[in-house]
């Protein structure tokens, strides 16, 4: 199609399943980063996360205003329309968000965890962690609360920032909040993690979570399609969400997890395996050489 009938290929189907694809390309390189960030020190880590966010910013200078299709000589809908869309759903938008996680989990096991055997801290030669959540700093212990509360002070008091820098907000741009709600959330000693995040319907909600990300448009256009949407169905969307997320979970994501696990456990190798292997030889060689 040609000016506003263009469509994107990443949402034409479910809008919310595009980043599927972009974790598969994180998913062959994940063993061969986690490998370099696991001989990384704390403060790396640090800087690696914070230089990430700083780096968001360059994601608001090419795409606000299509600013990168302009630089390079853009100006049919197509071609813009490419450009977006290799910011907002390729993999180049999001690996540095990606690398941060696997730094935030170093600090995390660095922190927060201890040699199972010895009682000191993780070593490379460390056969099994556990965790040691009282040597963890005093912001990481609060990193929930921490993490909610600048995520609150953004909504309160930087909504009129959202949509002018909104390429800065989309592609990381709440690195800071994520990376304190999820390691605050793995030391365990948050307030709202003790109290909240552990309870049962918390627990049932968050194994579902994604899968009700995935399939909101889809449950709410067919309640569209076959009811109209009215009062009724917008009552109705979110039980009936929960409901179809949790048989989703039930008969397709929890068998295909026991059956990776078992060809793990069996040895079988597939496809992704040996693509795995490979990248990892590589990576071997590479460092090797230097």
């Known amino acids: 199609g040609h000016g506003a009938d263009i469509s994107c290929a990443a949402w034409s189907f479910n809008g919310e399943a595009w980043f599927l694809s972009v974790l598969v390309l994180y998913w062959l390189i994940l063993r061969p980063l986690a490998a370099f960030f696991r001989q990384q020190s704390r403060p790396f880590c640090l800087m690696y996360i914070s230089a990430s966010w700083v780096f968001c ?18 100006r049919s809908d197509v071609c813009i329309n490419c450009v977006m869309v290799a910011l907002r759903a390729g993999p180049f938008g999001y690996f ?24 000191g801290p993780p070593a490379a030669d ?68 003790v109290w909240l995040f552990r309870s049962k ?53 929890r068998p295909a997890t026991e059956y990776q696990r078992r060809r793990q456990e069996s040895g079988v190798k597939g496809c992704d395996d040996r693509c795995i292997e490979r990248l990892e030889s590589m990576w071997d060689r590479c460092c090797s050489r230097e």
């Open 57 to 74: 910013i360059v994601f608001h200078l090419a795409g606000h205003y299509n600013g990168l299709a302009g630089t390079i000589g853009c």
């Open 201 to 253: 319907p918390m627990l049932v909600l968050g194994r579902i979570s994604y899968l009700q990300y995935l399939m909101q448009h889809i449950v709410r256009n067919q309640l569209a399609s076959s009811f109209g949407w009215n009062q009724s169905t917008k009552i109705a969307f979110v039980p009936v969400l929960i409901v179809f997320s949790y048989l989703c979970h039930r008969f397709v994501e």
């Open 126 to 193: 460390s056969r099994k962690l556990m965790l040691a959540s009282s040597n963890a700093p005093c912001a990481l212990r609060y990193g929930c609360c921490i993490g909610y509360a600048i995520y609150v002070a953004v909504v309160l008091f930087a909504t009129d920032l959202i949509d002018p820098y909104y390429y800065f907000f989309h592609n990381g741009g709440l690195l800071p909040v994520m990376f304190f709600l999820v390691v605050g959330a793995a030391v365990g000693e948050d307030p709202l993690a």
């Open 96 to 119: 540095h968000v990606f690398t941060s996680g696997i730094a935030a989990a170093r600090i995390f096991v660095l922190s927060a965890m201890c040699d199972a055997e010895t009682g």
